[in-house]
């Protein structure tokens, strides 16, 4: 099979693959672990969306770990969390517009595995330029003229975008061509059934993204009635036409930060990027017990608990402390139906 | 000497980076140092400010130091959102004046690198990548590169070119296609920067309290011009102080 690199700016493969999903409203619920299973192949690019570690569907990261998925393409505007999964065969290379933590520093296994070229950095990017070209494939451009990235060692290292002319100035331009990955996953704070997935807050890349994609899989905090949907639409995001699966995942971004709803676990983090995650042995060790070691997603925040010494509800609940209140965003409903009287803590109590 | 205000090397270069920003500005803020310095100028003298995060905030009022230049605090009461590539476009369209960035390196024309120490395909060390830095650096108005001062990360000619400064040169900018006005200040913890109109080289502003030309030229990896009107950088107030630590970052996330 072609490499997922040859399939990557292959506007008519992407075409042709969305012209056989399904317009109709059908019911797309799974579990995180079957959609994974089903969407997730390896080989695969895979974009991360949301902002990496805000918003992003981090349930599901762990779980394509978990099912030892190898040799997929990552490309990161921004990302790199993903990166993890090279030391265990699951990242084989990736596009890169940037992989870190900001002010936490680097992520360690991708610095290591670049620095070893055990981890290929098949292309690097500006954010402008990566966001670009993947809204250049949700606008149906084959690709864009920009001032980004001009004169720059990005542009004359990156394979794939070309110095133009403007035709009508003369001026020289960045050509961006579109980017079509195979499988995106994104994390939103309501779904209904379908697909359609609302967010508080920023979209990042995200509509661009579920365009552009081949397949696309949604989780979401909560499920809630489509009516709920058509009634406060301005907020979605993600169109029911090109999901493929929709999971409800409360807690789904952890150790993220999930806007209006619970904020970074900023003490886990900083112990996985500063020690657990520093050495291939610490970082294998991490994976046995907090990956291969659990079942899912509420096993590992179960884990994050004990080690803490607290009970797991206090444990999520100081993080929505943190979290900016809902009210800032306008929206202050929690959504309504799902098919089930909903509410949040009690859900989430079940989940844990 | 006893009786003057102590601060770190940090809170110093956050509070002359602050200085920078003036009431009214738009600022593409970038992550870690810039987005102290930026809310501290927000807080202090530029109450009209007008703050872009990349991930597609314009114009929040954030209560909090947020962690990332994406999260939920970057957008608390922000009247619009956006997303990633509105925020690069509208910068292109003229509504960003200042681009806020650090970097591992920044060299004499002040082009700046945060992709990799060494070599790009064999990199002794590989960082994070452009993110944000390239675009702010093409398309915004003036620059403010904020890092720290030592010979390596101030070398004569930057590993990798992750965002445009004056590339090679006078001219180099404009034959390259770029349309921002490029670096315009420099800020280490030794000293404010800023680069000469003819030749683009990096020159020296300001001396940070303690600290000579002479001795931040040792710490400088090419020769650094220094401007006929060199003078010591004003030392913080307390009231940029107080605001910095009670105000901007009183968990000392940032600055410490």
Redesign the interface.
Known sequence: MAHANDRLFDHQMAREFKLKKTRALVDKRMDLSDAVAQYVEDGDSLIETGFAYARGPMAAYWEIGRQKKQNLVGIYTPGGLNNLWHEFGGIEGAHVAYVGVEMRGLIAPFRRGVEAGTLKVFSDWSHGGLSASLRAAEQGMNYVASKSMLGSDVMKDNPYVKLGEDPWTGEPVCLIPAMYPDVAIFHVHHADKYGNGRVWGLSVNDTAIAIAAKKVVVTCERIVDTDDIRASAANVIIPWYCVDAVCEVPYGAWPGDMPGMYYFDRPLQEQVVRVDWKTPEATKAWVETNIYGTKNHYEMIQLAADEEGMNVLDYVKRLEQFACSAAYFGIGTWGTGGERDWKYEEVAKRAI | MADEVQYTPRELLVVVASRLIQDGESVFVG??LPLVGALLANHLHAPQMMAIY????IGPEP?VLP???????????API?????ST?GHS?AGYADIGFLGGAQVDMYGNMNA?CIGP?D??????????????MA??CQRIIFMGLHLPERFPEKVD?????GF?DGPG??E?????GGGPWRVISHLGLMGFDEETCRMKLLSYHPGVTPEIIQQFTGFELLVDKDVEETRRPTEEELHVLRDVVDPNQ??VF
Do not use: H
């Open positions: 992550t870690g990349e991930g597609g905030s209560t962690w990332s230049v994406a999260d939920s605090l970057t957008f608390c009461k959102i956006l997303s990633m590539s690069f292109r992709t790009y064999k990199p002794q060390v590989r960082l994070t990548g452009s993110g944000g830095a390239n675009d093409s398309l990798y070119i992750t965002s445009p590339l180099a900018r034959k390259a296609g770029l349309i996330l940032f």
